[in-house]
């Protein structure tokens, strides 16, 4: 199975901070990669898929890059209600397997 | 729209039916995974079945293989998640999604005697 981490596990940000997460695969994985926001009690909302691509209706603030076996989510400028926990995904082999998630929290 | 149900609370050992019901598009033409998560904890990729085009293949996390199975009901639009013999660390929300663009809102499996 592919293996991703991610890091920080834990991060606290204040508005209009620029915030970086890193994702690692364990093997290549091309730019199979997605992210998602979670917030509590909810569902996962898909942020970016293949890597780099804005899934419609997502803030430009947010952006991904990376392929191979390192991946970056980066949020320009923190907003209030980019409070969460945020994943990424590998869908390039079974099983699709999640990171630990990042918690971004407030300073 | 995706709208999961059939959560409770049920005893080990026992089996369970979940239903994922999707609406405004049509379910054989997409491809559905299952994920759970559990109390306090992260995602967890439970399994996946492929659209009706290429067959309607199933394949599923190694530590579930065994005790889960995906089907779909393509006339009725729903996919279904059957897990048998349930342990205490089944326990968690499990949600359907059509290839992480829509989610369901989840449903809570407790598994407790």
């Known amino acids: 199975d592919i293996q991703l981490t991610q890091s920080p596990s834990f991060l606290s940000a204040s508005v209009g901070d620029r915030v970086t997460i890193t994702c690692r695969a364990s093997q290549g994985i091309s730019s199979y990669l997605a992210w998602y926001q979670q917030k509590l009690g909810r569902a996962p909302k898909l942020l970016i898929y293949?890597?780099?691509t804005l899934q419609s209706g997502v803030p430009s603030r947010f952006s991904g890059s990376g392929s191979g076996t390192e991946f970056t989510l980066t949020i320009s400028s923190l907003q209030p209600e980019d409070f969460a926990t945020y994943y990424c995904?590998?869908?390039?082999?079974?099983?699709?397997?999640f990171g630990p998630g990042t918690k971004v929290d407030f300073k | 729209q995706l709208v999961e149900s059939g959560g409770g609370l049920v005893q080990p050992g026992r089996s369970l039916r979940l239903s994922c019901t999707a609406s405004g598009f049509t379910l054989g033409d997409y491809a559905v995974s299952w994920v759970r998560q559990a109390p306090g904890k992260g995602l967890e990729w439970v399994g996946f079945?492929?659209?009706?085009?290429?067959?309607?293949?199933?394949e599923y996390a190694a530590s579930l293989k065994g005790r889960v199975s995906i089907s779909t009901n393509y006339s009725e639009s729903i996919v279904y998640l059957q897990l048998n013999s349930l342990k205490t660390e089944d326990t968690a929300v499990y949600y359907c999604?059509?290839?992480?663009?829509?989610w369901g809102q989840g449903t809570l499996v407790t598994v407790s005697s």
């Open positions: 999604t059509r290839g992480g663009f829509n």
């Open positions: 079945i492929t659209n009706k085009a290429d067959g309607g293949t199933t």
């Open positions: 293949s890597a780099s």
């Open positions: 995904q590998q869908v390039i082999n079974y099983p699709f397997t």
